[in-house]
């Protein structure tokens, strides 16, 4: 019989905390879907509300909403994006085509016909894509700091500041070593750099260097921000663009930080046009890009506003 850890004879030392599955209000679980394993946080019973993280982050970016969506009769699931912290790290798959079907696959999962999306940032964008490239299983959406994908690079000076932030990650293999770099001072630098005043602090800021220096994290969360540059000369690139030319055909909430560098109320304006429902735009002043984790209750308070309107 094996020895307990930490008993005589056991060598393995005490359980390292993992710095993904944490401790809260919430389960963990994995499920397959779409070719790979997706790592899960989830809460409550009821209507399904699948949220996505956006880049450096991973499912603990939605830890204010969870338990809240869950009290208010939900079934909160925050899933890990492929690539990113306990989800499958696969050498390919980073494109908004499998993101589509990996959504699709982790609610039909979840064993629901049908589930809200609240997506954030890179999330956000693959929550656009599947409200098109898979829309019967979309039933709602919602995007925080999220342009629609066709004007993803398009010009505006706060656009300009996100293409750029884009750009910047084009380098094969320097942005990954700049990741991982001195305990992954950068993502802390990233952070800070597009939120509002007083956001992150440091625990905060801890936690998603810990999630990024889980090799090769850093490479497959760039690979999907890299797709966005090089499919513009691809056939790909351009099928998607003109799949993403068809209406999103169910009610949109569009959040946006006051002070987001990268996303603006015009953006939110534009997106206006690729709707054939209802759609709501709501400016989130003193927020930066991350207006989920910088002002959670607001943000909460306007998702359940926007779930329970009818």
């Given at each position: 019989?094996?020895?307990?850890?930490?008993?005589?004879?056991?060598?393995?030392?005490?359980?390292?905390?993992?710095?993904?599955?944490?401790?809260?209000?919430?389960?963990h679980?994995?499920?397959?879907?779409?070719?790979?394993?997706?790592?899960?946080?989830?809460?409550?019973t009821?209507?399904?509300?699948?949220?996505?993280?956006?880049?450096?982050?991973?499912?603990?970016?939605?830890?204010?909403q969870?338990?809240?969506?869950?009290?208010?009769?939900?079934?909160?699931?925050?899933?890990?994006?492929?690539?990113?912290?306990?989800?499958?790290?696969t050498?390919?798959?980073?494109?908004?085509?499998?993101?589509?079907?990996?959504?699709?696959?982790?609610?039909?999962?979840?064993?629901?016909?049908?589930a809200?999306?609240?997506?954030?940032?890179i999330?956000?964008?693959?929550?656009?894509?599947?409200?098109?490239?898979?829309?019967?299983?979309?039933?709602?959406?919602?995007?925080?700091?999220?342009?629609?994908?066709?004007?993803?690079?398009?010009?505006?000076?706060?656009?300009?500041?996100?293409?750029?932030?884009?750009l910047?990650?084009?380098?094969?293999?320097?942005?990954?070593?700049?990741?991982?770099a001195?305990?992954?001072?950068?993502?802390?630098?990233?952070?800070?750099r597009?939120?509002?005043?007083?956001w992150?602090?440091?625990?905060?800021?801890?936690?998603?260097?810990?999630?990024?220096?889980?090799?090769?994290?850093?490479?497959?969360?760039?690979?999907y921000?890299?797709?966005l540059?090089?499919s513009?000369?691809r056939?790909?690139?351009?099928?998607?663009?003109?799949?993403?030319?068809?209406?999103?055909?169910?009610?949109?909430?569009n959040?946006?930080?006051?002070?987001?560098?990268?996303?603006?109320?015009?953006d939110?304006?534009e997106?206006?046009q690729?709707?054939?429902?209802?759609?709501?735009?709501?400016?989130?002043?003193?927020?930066?890009?991350?207006?989920?984790?910088?002002?959670?209750?607001?943000?909460?308070?306007?998702?359940?506003?926007?779930?329970?309107?009818?």
């Amino acid at each position: 019989m094996a020895a307990a850890p930490g008993a005589p004879g056991d060598h393995r030392g005490p359980a390292v905390p993992s710095p993904i599955e944490v401790a809260g209000p919430w389960r963990h679980r994995t499920v397959a879907a779409n070719g790979a394993r997706f790592h899960l946080a989830e809460a409550g019973t009821g209507p399904l509300v699948l949220l996505l993280h956006g880049f450096p982050e991973f499912w603990w970016a939605w830890r204010h909403q969870l338990p809240a969506l869950a009290d208010a009769g939900f079934h909160a699931v925050a899933m890990d994006l492929r690539g990113y912290g306990g989800s499958d790290m696969t050498p390919r798959g980073y494109d908004p085509f499998t993101l589509a079907a990996d959504v699709a696959g982790v609610v039909r999962a979840l064993g629901e016909p049908r589930a809200t999306l609240v997506g954030h940032g890179i999330g956000g964008f693959g929550a656009w894509s599947t409200a098109v490239l898979q829309a019967p299983f979309v039933e709602r959406l919602a995007v925080v700091s999220a342009r629609h994908p066709r004007h993803a690079r398009s010009g505006g000076s706060r656009r300009l500041v996100g293409l750029t932030a884009t750009l910047e990650f084009q380098l094969p293999r320097l942005p990954e070593r700049r990741l991982i770099a001195d305990d992954g001072a950068w993502v802390g630098e990233l952070l800070d750099r597009w939120s509002g005043p007083g956001w992150p602090d440091v625990d905060t800021s801890v936690r998603y260097k810990e999630a990024m220096l889980i090799w090769p994290a850093p490479h497959c969360a760039l690979e999907y921000l890299r797709w966005l540059v090089r499919s513009s000369i691809r056939t790909d690139g351009r099928r998607f663009a003109a799949r993403m030319r068809e209406p999103v055909r169910v009610p949109v909430l569009n959040l946006y930080g006051g002070l987001d560098r990268l996303v603006s109320g015009s953006d939110a304006r534009e997106d206006r046009q690729y709707m054939q429902a209802p759609y709501r735009s709501v400016e989130l002043p003193g927020a930066g890009h991350f207006p989920h984790e910088e002002a959670p209750e607001r943000v909460t308070q306007e998702l359940l506003d926007w779930l329970t309107d009818g």
